[in-house]
């Protein structure tokens, strides 16, 4: 392992890293109490650089975090930048402000600096630094050198590399991660101790602070971050679910045998052949040793992809006629059906609406809305009429004009700050989150404030005109392209060119708008972005979690779960012509699509390779209209046409506590994340007693009151209610147990409103499973 | 129905009570594991100052400092207003004349007049107070972070599963948002439990929480049922999204089938001599049942005073919003005060007479203070010029009481026109700390936005010593 290349330090750097392993190794977790011997050898008589030696050491102690002196107020007025990015300002900051107190040039150990980070004179963060540890010598020699400043002869940091790259552990093993600095001048050390890490995965494996991993009793993929500096390495590992020899070889037997089962299928040759997304799978439960679920039954199936496609329950008779069906690739006609049903488009169209910030609240005037109702129905007629995804986005990135007229311009009523475009934007269509390289170098990522103020030029000569002066959101303003803007660094003062995420500077010419040029980046056909994003935001949809998850954070250190399929589908996609439905199609007949959500003792734990299918709970919209559905009474909402389902409200301003206590989003970010759903106390209420559920389970015309009335008998009502609810058949307890509370509730309307509310409340009801 | 009866297979004899019997079976089985489960979730902030809670009344529209808390009796008049400052039961602290209640018990409270902010309009105000954060945007109320309420109601969430955490008494048109106390990046889920609507009304009553009437007896049924037929395992969901869907469907049930919390709604059931010590206005009853609440294990719960009821003064105005504009300032106070005065001095004797004063800690502030300058325009309503103050967050003053803090004093002061803080500025940030202080809440906490940065409780603020 040949960590360090001697050319400038001499001798002591080789003792160095040889303490720093015995360091790694024997005090595992602590940043102190390095033992003296071996510290007085690091002692060396070298130039302490400021940049890349005490800034990580400063880094490493948490001085420089968001909850201490990295703030922005700073603490107790001592201000350092976040994470140490800039070095030049927490030069400032340590030799020059409060009048040079903070170092004492002459008794170095008298400094403010190590008094504090010692705990040898009172400090509110407590003891962070051991006398004479390693860190505390280096920071000792750099004062009695004089505290040189950084400059721009220093060496600085090229890269980080961490080994092992990749390894396959054990569950309740450890590894030791070693992780190497090399810098401009062609040096490089070990920084094992100095790096920051973070897993992505902490029920499967931790992270001590000197880079010792351990894993857990939970078996999956996870990945460790090492962060030096600016720079960052991943070490990627997996816990099988298996492991022994003999263990793999019935697994991978068993898997042999689903796929012989699935090639002999009659719907399954041709899908096998041509979707590869079943072989990406097979290949990944094989590598960590998991079988799958077993597929899930018709029933099950109809209620999962008729919820995931169109937002709404299969009807009665929906669900009698597919059960009654012939075989033959029933599943795959039934896709291709959904697709083609107007509720495809307006449950989609509201997913959109959430993403694209279709925001209603804020208004004062209907006419003033107005504009919600126009880009909905562009976002719904875009879908429906199965526009090209990159077409879909590029109208509205380069849309101008009258928002009236062109519908996708409203986006930028939303969406109108520099911040806001670079955040949509990368977040909504590239898949990444960069807020953090506003203010700093992004910590978990390569994204640096000239990236964020490079995107944001390609909006800056987005102007406006007209629109409502007193409103903060105006309504038909005009978009238009501005003859000229500039947006320069924060930090720099340089003015920056617009240029896409990790690209270079756009080529324009006078006229060139810069969002086409964006656009045209976008759909390139190597965008490393743009239809991974789409293809991962379409399969989390479907499979309830993505391979990159969260499904807008994509970084080196959050990699995919399975990036073959990742890719796969990408580059199917484009190859589409980024045709929406087409990509739908090839998610939901895949095989893991199919399974069952309940585990076995060959996948339980997996929540990360879609060996079973994930169950959520239905989104708010969907949800009321299934209840309004099962119970045949329509919800009423303020403002727009009767009959007007939740799935198909113009935005999230139109007035009803059942959507907003089961997550609706406020529309406030681009993230899916804003549709929550975590339960909540004042959910059951709503479910339990609130007048609007009442009214559905009592009105006169409504299923509850019309079964009531009906002459069928207990065992022929609780049948067609499980039937309607669960989109399945009672089985025998179910049909017993709902038997026996008919026979036993004197007053039949109340037997039906019972038996139906107690279902609607279910978790079978209130999930997609 | 004997018809019906007659074509089915199971025993005749069976009865209502022995259904129910066989599905309370069930809740015993379940209950241990339950709770086993949340022993777990609760575990993290145990044993620490669990039992203390805040009420926080809320005078929307931005308490008038300069004719309540802070007086200035030797400003000139355009400055100091109609009102002169009366002493009270503590040497040297003074308030305004139409608060005799509050003088006489000025020891069991402490008035702050150096808060301050910057944010000049009520939403941008409401935004930059309640939630602790500078505001993305200066308009609109709906909160970018979770207000300080939806903070304190998720940490307590799973240490007191079966109570309301964070109610919010407010006007029945309005929604979390409308006061900012949405809970931006928690999730729409840790809004409050709103109470819509004046509580001394005769009509008052909680939405989905006032059982209907023929519902009552069925709801034992339905929780049975709901026991016997939910049959998806909570092994197939590793978020914990279904078990914890489940508990709440079971909670929600006991709390319309047990009498605890919504005794606490039943004011009726207070003396009637407290009750009108209180009030019997909205301001009254709504910090009486503001009080009742937190006894039942509320940690937080929002009191948002704006009319007091009943017929009010042509020169008047519905909330504290006092610009000429809109009101009379001084005749609105006139008007006003005493009910303020009536509804806040109970609050606080009461909680005192009960020994809650340890438990519960008072806030009373509105979202920045006004102009310390009269000014004179035609008033919208009345059609003649009339004084008013005009929005202020340079300057506000606020009370606070029990909490185990340190009453009888004020703390910080304005200039002599009471512009601006002279001694001691403090930010509405350092109020929370020492609410969150109060709470047992590590304000170091953080929760991630909708960019995953996450974000501390509080960025800034330090707990204000001389309360503690």
Same mark, same amino acid.
């Given at each position: ?79 350092? $930048? ?12 340590? /030799?020059?402000? $409060? ?60 890269? /980080? ?40 995965? /902490? ?55 689903? *796929? ?69 690739? *029933? ?30 609240? #804020? ?103 007209? #629109? ?159 209840? $309004?559905?099962?119970?045949? /009474? ?119 409103? $019972? ?15 | 129905? +004997? ?20 599905? +309370? ?9 339950? !709770? !086993? ?63 005799? !209640? ?45 207000? @300080?309420?939806?903070? @304190? ?23 979390? &948002? ?82 605890? %919390? ?13 009750? &009108? ?16 609440? @937190?006894?039942?294990?509320? +940690?937080?719960?929002? %009191? ?32 006003? !005060? ?11 004797? &009461? ?10 800690? @008072?806030? %009373? ?34 009370? %606070? ?25 403090? +930010? ?41």
């Amino acid at each position: 392992m040949a960590f360090i290349d001697l050319k400038y330090r001499g001798l002591s750097c080789r003792l160095i890293l040889f303490t720093t392993l015995i360091l790694a190794f024997e005090f595992q977790g602590t940043v102190e109490g390095a033992p003296q011997e071996i510290d007085r050898a690091a002692a060396s008589p070298s130039a302490v650089y400021f940049g890349t030696e005490v800034v990580p050491i400063l880094t490493k102690l948490g001085c420089n975090g968001g909850g201490c002196h990295g703030k922005a107020t700073g603490q107790n007025g001592f201000r350092l $930048s976040l994470f140490g990015f800039e070095p030049e300002f927490d030069y400032e900051a340590i /030799v020059k402000e $409060s009048r040079g107190r903070r170092l004492s040039l002459a008794a170095p150990d008298q400094s403010l600096l190590l008094a504090k980070a010692t705990a040898t004179m009172p400090h509110g963060g407590g003891r962070r630094l051991a006398v004479d540890s390693h860190d505390y010598q280096i920071l000792r020699q750099w004062i009695s050198q004089g505290a040189p400043a950084p400059s721009e002869d220093d060496p600085h940091l090229v890269r /980080v590399e961490i080994t092992p790259h990749q390894q396959i552990m054990h569950s309740e093993s450890s590894l030791q991660l070693h992780v190497t600095g090399a810098f401009s001048d062609g040096t490089s050390r070990d920084v094992t101790l100095q790096a920051i890490y973070q897993s992505n995965e /902490v029920g499967i494996a931790t992270v001590t602070n000197s880079g010792l991993v351990q894993t857990s009793l939970q078996h999956g993929l996870f990945s460790v971050m090492a962060r030096f500096g600016e720079q960052l390495a991943t070490f990627h590992a997996a816990v099988p679910f298996a492991s022994e020899p003999t263990q793999l070889a019935a697994i991978n037997a068993e898997l042999d045998k689903i *796929k012989a089962q699935l090639l002999r299928d009659a719907e399954s040759p041709r899908e096998w052949n041509n979707n590869s997304v079943d072989s990406h799978l097979f290949n990944q439960w094989r590598q960590l040793g998991i079988v799958p679920s077993a597929v899930a039954d018709d029933a099950t199936f109809l209620r999962r992809v008729t919820l995931d496609i169109i937002g709404t329950l299969p009807s009665d008779s929906e669900v009698t006629e597919y059960l009654t069906a012939p075989r033959s690739d *029933k599943r795959q006609a039934l896709i291709n059906r959904l697709l083609e049903r107007p509720e495809y488009a307006s449950y989609f169209a509201l997913k959109w609406a959430d993403v694209l910030q279709n925001r209603g609240a #804020g208004y004062s005037t209907s006419k003033q809305r107005a504009g919600t109702t126009l880009f909905a129905e562009w976002i719904r007629d875009s879908l429906e009429a199965n526009k090209p995804y990159d077409q879909f986005v590029s109208e509205i990135l380069t849309a101008t004009g009258s928002q009236n007229e062109n519908p996708p311009a409203i986006w930028y009523r939303t969406v109108r700050k520099p911040a806001e475009y670079v955040e949509s934007v990368a977040q909504a269509f590239l898949g990444v989150r960069v807020q953090c390289a506003q203010c700093h170098h992004h910590p978990t990522e390569r994204w640096s404030q000239s990236d964020y103020y490079g995107l944001a030029a390609v909006f800056s000569r987005v102007g406006r005109k007209g #629109g409502f002066a007193d409103a903060e959101v105006p309504t038909d303003e005009m978009i238009f392209l501005k003859e000229s803007a500039v947006v320069l660094h924060p930090r720099t003062g340089k003015i920056l060119k617009p240029q896409p995420l990790g690209g270079n500077e756009f080529s324009l010419g006078l006229h060139d708008d810069p969002r086409v040029s964006l656009a045209r980046w976008m759909s390139a056909g190597d965008n490393p972005f743009f239809a991974r994003t789409m293809v991962n935001r379409m399969w989390a949809h479907f499979m309830g979690r993505g391979i990159v998850h969260p499904i807008d954070d994509a970084r080196s250190t959050n990699p995919p779960s399975n990036p073959e399929l990742l890719d796969g589908l990408a580059q199917d996609f484009i190859s589409s012509g980024y045709d929406l439905k087409q990509l739908i199609r090839v998610i939901a007949n895949s095989y893991a699509y199919r399974l069952e959500s309940a585990p076995h003792a060959g996948n339980v734990g997996d929540t990360q390779t879609f060996a079973r299918f994930y169950p959520r709970r239905m989104p708010a919209e969907v949800l009321l209209d299934g209840i $309004s559905q099962v119970l045949d /009474v329509p919800t009423n909402f303020d403002s727009v046409p009767p009959g007007t389902r939740a799935i198909e409200l113009p935005d999230e301003n139109v007035a009803a506590n059942f959507l907003d206590v089961f997550g609706r989003p406020l529309r406030m970010s681009a993230c899916e994340c804003e549709r929550v759903d975590a339960p909540a106390l004042t959910q059951a209420l709503e479910l339990v007693n609130s007048s609007e559920i009442q009214r559905k389970l009592t009105e006169k015309t409504g299923y509850a009151e019309q079964l009531a009335i009906s002459d069928k008998s207990p065992e022929i009502l609780a049948r067609e209610i499980f039937l309607r609810v669960f989109a399945r058949h009672p089985r025998p307890e179910e049909l017993n147990a709902a038997t026996l509370f008919f026979a036993a509730e004197p007053d039949r309307g109340e037997a039906c409103r $019972s038996l139906l509310w107690s279902l609607l409340a279910t978790n079978e009801f209130m999930f997609n499973h | 129905m +004997s018809r019906v009866a007659k074509d089915f297979r199971y025993p005749q004899h069976l009865t209502r009570r022995r259904w129910l019997k066989a599905g +309370s079976l069930v809740t015993m089985a379940m209950g241990l594991g339950e !709770l !086993l489960r949340l022993r777990v979730l609760g575990g993290e902030l145990r044993g620490k100052n669990q039992d203390t809670a805040v009420i926080l009344i809320w005078l929307t529209g931005g308490l008038s400092h300069m004719d309540t808390y802070d007086m200035k009796p030797n400003a000139a008049l355009e400055y100091r207003g109609d009102f002169w400052p009366i002493r009270t039961n503590v040497p040297g602290m003074e308030v305004c004349e139409h608060l005799p !209640l509050h003088a006489k018990i000025a020891d069991r409270f402490t008035l702050v007049r150096s808060l301050s902010h910057s944010f000049g309009d009520h939403d941008g105000a409401h935004k930059r107070v309640l939630t602790g954060r500078i505001p993305k945007s200066p308009s609109g109320f709906v909160n970018d972070a979770p207000s @300080v309420g939806c903070i @304190v109601g998720k940490l307590r969430e799973h240490l007191r599963p079966e109570v309301l955490n964070f109610t919010s008494g407010q006007r029945a048109d309005t929604n979390a &948002d409308s006061y900012s106390q949405g809970a931006g990046y928690l999730g729409r889920a840790y809004a409050p439990f709103l109470i819509p609507g004046d509580p001394s009304d005769p009509k008052f009553s909680i939405p989905n929480l006032s059982i209907v009437p023929q519902l009552t007896s069925r709801l034992n049924d339905r929780r049975s049922l709901l026991r016997s037929f939910d049959r998806i395992r909570h092994e197939v969901d590793h978020s914990g999204v279904l078990e914890a869907s489940s508990r709440f469907q079971q909670k929600a049930l006991s709390l319309l089938t047990s009498d605890a %919390v919504r005794n606490a709604f039943d004011l009726s059931q207070e003396e009637s001599t407290l009750r &009108d010590r209180y009030g019997r206005n909205a301001y009254g009853q709504q910090a009486l049942l503001a009080r009742r609440l @937190v006894e039942a294990g509320t +940690s937080f719960a929002n %009191v948002v005073m704006e009319h007091p009821g009943g017929a009010s003064p042509a020169n008047s105005i519905y909330n504290w919003d006092c610009h000429a504009v809109n009101c009379h300032v001084f005749d609105d106070a006139r008007w006003r !005060l005493p009910y303020f005065d009536k509804a806040v001095s109970a609050l606080i004797e &009461d909680i005192y007479t009960r020994g809650l004063d340890r438990k519960i800690m @008072v806030i %009373v502030m509105g979202e920045f203070g006004h102009t310390p300058r009269v000014s004179y325009q035609k008033g919208t309503g009345t059609g003649i010029l009339q004084p008013g103050r005009d929005h202020w967050p340079a300057a506000m003053s606020l009370l %606070v009481s029990g909490g185990g803090m340190r009453t009888g004093q004020v703390i910080g002061s304005t200039n002599a026109l009471g512009e601006h803080p002279k001694d001691r500025p403090l +930010s509405p940030n350092d109020l929370w700390a020492t609410a969150y202080r109060h709470l047992g809440i590590d304000t170091e906490h953080s929760f991630p936005d909708y960019s995953g940065r996450p974000m501390p409780i509080l960025t800034d603020g330090t707990p204000i010593a001389e309360l503690l």
